[in-house]
């Protein structure tokens, strides 16, 4: 299967660490990203190639990748960081496939 | 600055055509590999197209095999998508977004997106 899967929320107290997971058949052999996207606007790249983090993304942003799960890490959570996240990941046979998103609460 | 801009939505009939822009600044998109993406009102997130750099490779989803096209000129550093038959389904805001390298050399993913152009499909 190709299909990615992410749990619809998961709710986070400032300063703590929020955990969010994808999961997809063999997906470790694979490289996963995630994208964070604010109510209204456009995604951004925070972790690519399983746990590199773009110029720009500040260190609490960390991933993982092993087995069938994929994870997206935030040490010391803050509010700014309330948003849908999604993992994404590519192979030669369906291209990119797309989690259904995770929305992070901050409370 | 690196800058895509998207441009050409709107409200459209079923079974219309609508042609999408994106147009690219801040970086060299004629060396660029670029996809389009959509997102339905209250969804997640679908890939729809890809396209290399020199236009050799090119691939949709299967949700718009045969009614889309994308398509590019370097010259005028601008990304296309001709959509046409569009339904309901296709509604979405339309991004177009880079991707750096190659995706079987790692680079399977989009470090630079558009804000998106809405796309309505309704009668």
């Known amino acids: 299967s190709n299909e990615l899967t992410q749990t619809p929320s998961v709710s986070v107290s400032p300063g703590q660490t929020a955990t969010i997971t994808c999961s997809g058949d063999?997906?470790?052999?694979?490289?996963a990203s995630w994208y964070q996207q604010r109510p209204g606007q456009a995604p951004i790249l925070v972790i690519y190639?399983?746990?590199k983090r773009p110029s720009g993304i500040p260190e609490r942003f960390s991933g993982s990748n092993s087995g069938n799960t994929a994870t997206l890490t935030i040490s010391g959570t803050q509010s700014m960081d309330e948003a849908d996240y999604y993992c994404q990941a590519w192979d030669s046979g369906t291209a990119w496939v797309f989690g259904g998103g995770t929305k992070l609460t901050v409370l | 600055e690196v800058q895509l801009v998207e441009s050409g939505g709107g409200l459209v009939k079923p079974g219309g055509s609508l042609r999408l822009s994106c147009a690219a600044s801040?970086?060299?998109?004629?060396?660029?590999?670029m996809n389009w993406v959509r997102q339905a009102p209250g969804k997640g997130l679908e890939w729809v197209s890809y396209?290399?750099?020199?236009?050799?490779?090119?691939y949709y989803a299967e949700s718009v095999k045969g009614r889309f096209t994308v398509s590019r000129d370097n010259a005028k550093n601008s990304l296309y998508l001709q959509m046409n038959s569009l339904r309901g389904d296709d509604t979405a805001v339309y991004y177009c977004a880079r991707v750096p390298a190659v995706p079987s050399a790692g680079g399977g993913y989009m470090d630079v997106w558009g804000m998106g152009t809405t796309v309505t499909v309704s009668s």
């Open positions: 396209i290399s750099y020199g236009s050799n490779y090119i």
């Open positions: 190639q399983d746990d």
């Open positions: 063999k997906l470790g052999e694979k490289y």
């Open positions: 801040g970086f060299t998109f004629s060396t660029s590999y």
